[in-house]
């Protein structure tokens, strides 16, 4: 391992705004926030706001930014990458901002019944072949446990260069008949892109570099808790223009 990453990991230690939880803590177990991020975390009672898969945080450290009335908390199993978020946190005293190292595997450890108000999944793993569908973010596995911790009205928001998860997604929510507020398949080929959405991750200028279009969904899950898998047409058919040079990066 790297000087750099040992560094960074050492210095991840003495942010408050980082949780990062011992895998006993969490296996099985309910994490000591679970039902009390408000009173125990940021001291108040506004709507939380989670990122899955946040990475360095931009996405997290934007938000936060521009919305002081909300809470917002990015979640990754990359410590490295994720120093850098909590680092910027840390000094600009943002007090609306928190961090939670662990796998989105066990993010039902984490929060109660109706403690998340919004959902960001920003630029995931697309998990393009179809034996790994179970592992997207937006599968029926995972709606299940976002089910579990989102507040009934509350939001999932889907940013991604993936135009084969853009499609999967497109057909989850019309499966189950979800309530689909948005789905735009180029926001800024068509203009669509407002403020929040023109925020760009590193991967995404990466994506937009390569000329791929970024794709925007947003849905509700209506108070429906139960999602069965299913299998997806779409699976069988890669885009042949999009996909293969997004693996190539």
């Known amino acids: ?36 991020w408000h009173s125990d ?27 002081p009335d909300r809470n917002y908390i990015g979640v990754d199993i990359k410590g490295a990458r994720m120093w850098r978020g909590a680092k910027t946190a840390t000094e600009r005293q943002m007090g609306n901002v928190g961090f939670i190292r662990t796998r989105i595997e066990f993010i039902t450890s984490f929060f109660a019944e109706g403690e998340i108000d919004e959902i960001w999944i920003t630029f995931p793993d697309p998990q ?15 709606l299940e446990r976002y089910a579990q911790m989102l507040a009934a009205d509350g939001a999932i928001n889907l940013k991604t260069d993936s135009q084969h998860l853009f499609r999967y997604t497109s057909a989850v929510i019309e499966r189950f008949g979800l309530r689909c507020e948005a789905a735009n398949d180029d926001i800024y080929g068509s203009g669509f892109a407002d403020e929040t959405l023109s925020v760009k991750t590193a991967y995404e200028q990466m994506f937009l570099s390569r000329r791929l279009p970024i794709t925007y969904t947003r849905f509700t899950l209506g108070g429906r808790s139960r999602f069965e898998e299913f299998d997806w047409e779409g699976d069988d058919i890669l885009d042949k223009d999009c996909e293969p040079q997004r693996a190539g990066l």
């Open 128 to 142: 393009l072949k179809s034996r790994r569908a179970k592992k997207r973010l937006t599968s029926p596995l995972f």
């Open 41 to 67: 975390f940021f001291h108040n009672d506004r709507p939380i706001t989670l990122e899955l898969g946040c990475g360095k945080g931009e996405y997290t450290i934007a938000l936060a930014e521009r919305n």
């Open 1 to 36: 391992m790297g000087k750099d990453k040992l560094r960074r990991f050492a210095e991840n230690l003495t942010f408050d705004c980082l949780i990062q939880p011992e895998f006993d803590e969490i296996f099985k177990n309910d994490h000591r926030l679970k039902g009390h």
